[in-house]
């Protein structure tokens, strides 16, 4: 399904784009969970994401060209998700969702310390953040010593994992 | 309906306060159009809302209060809908939403212009506009010649309106 195109303001055409309930979830969780089957984004959903809601999203994802898809190397018979640099480049828009869902919703800590730090990391975290994205998804060469910006977020949520375990 | 809560993730809830076609669109045209009343909020939308859709996403925006309604002063049948600190701090949202669909959806010049001055404008714009929007959906005090941001969005989107015009 395509942009109905209602107006050419770029709000309207967001909430044209992922204006649902699912569309972005699914894409956090193959940015920052680095989920790229179906598989996993079926059955490590935090949220449980059905079926057939998935692979519908997935599908309008694919048309909006937010991701794209193509058969795994390794493995044949499944097929690999990736971003794309149009969906690469929302990075900042999840810092500053995820920095007004921390401040006025009922999140949990282990589940928003990955925002905290996107948050407190500012432009120059979110460019190395989408730099390191470019060379995970789009196969971009990247320096063997540049920052991994996916090691120290999940780095910090396991952290946090562990602290709520001894709270217990 | 409240939030359903699947998960505790700031992007998750986010996405359950207002991943739908048109919350955000509606509180756009309170934000940068100032409709205060159902029917300008109705006749005005360049989208073209349907009445019943409108009526269930505002009822929606006052149950999670990221609106809030009261009779207007100057009018006793008329309720007037004004912003709440929650969605006041959604300004920087819409200002990366803004910057995203300016760069990667069909946008129109007219109606992108706002969006520009948003995103070039940054963090101490974005402050402003909040501050002027304190005063006018909070009745904060504000000093008589505090800055207006949004006359100049409206300056900016009036002289663009003018020149489509001349082009056309």
């Given at each position: 399904?395509?942009?109905?195109?209602?107006?050419?303001?770029?709000?309207?055409?967001?909430?044209?784009?992922?204006?649902?309930?699912?569309?972005l979830?699914?894409?956090?969780?193959?940015?920052?969970?680095?989920?790229?089957?179906?598989?996993?984004?079926?059955?490590?959903?935090?949220?449980?994401?059905?079926?057939?809601?998935?692979?519908?999203?997935?599908?309008?994802?694919?048309?909006?060209?937010?991701?794209?898809?193509?058969?795994?190397?390794?493995?044949?018979?499944?097929?690999?998700?990736?971003?794309?640099?149009?969906?690469?480049?929302?990075?900042?828009?999840?810092?500053?969702?995820?920095?007004?869902?921390?401040?006025?919703?009922?999140?949990?800590?282990?589940?928003?310390?990955?925002?905290?730090?996107?948050?407190?990391?500012?432009?120059?975290?979110?460019?190395?953040f989408?730099?390191?994205?470019?060379?995970?998804?789009?196969?971009?060469?990247?320096?063997?010593?540049?920052r991994?910006?996916?090691?120290?977020?999940?780095?910090?949520?396991?952290?946090?994992?562990?602290?709520?375990?001894?709270?217990?």
């Amino acid at each position: 399904m395509p942009l109905e195109e209602r107006s050419g303001c770029p709000i309207n055409l967001s909430m044209e784009t992922f204006g649902d309930r699912w569309s972005l979830v699914v894409l956090r969780d193959i940015m920052f969970g680095n989920r790229r089957h179906f598989r996993e984004l079926l059955t490590q959903s935090e949220e449980g994401i059905a079926s057939n809601i998935l692979a519908a999203r997935l599908k309008r994802l694919l048309d909006l060209r937010l991701v794209s898809k193509r058969a795994d190397p390794g493995h044949k018979q499944k097929a690999i998700y990736s971003l794309t640099e149009k969906s690469i480049q929302l990075v900042p828009v999840f810092a500053m969702l995820g920095a007004w869902g921390r401040k006025h919703l009922p999140v949990s800590r282990e589940l928003s310390v990955r925002a905290q730090l996107l948050e407190e990391g500012g432009p120059a975290l979110w460019e190395a953040f989408m730099d390191e994205l470019r060379g995970i998804h789009l196969g971009a060469t990247r320096a063997a010593d540049a920052r991994s910006v996916l090691a120290e977020l999940q780095a910090a949520y396991e952290r946090e994992l562990a602290a709520a375990g001894c709270r217990k």
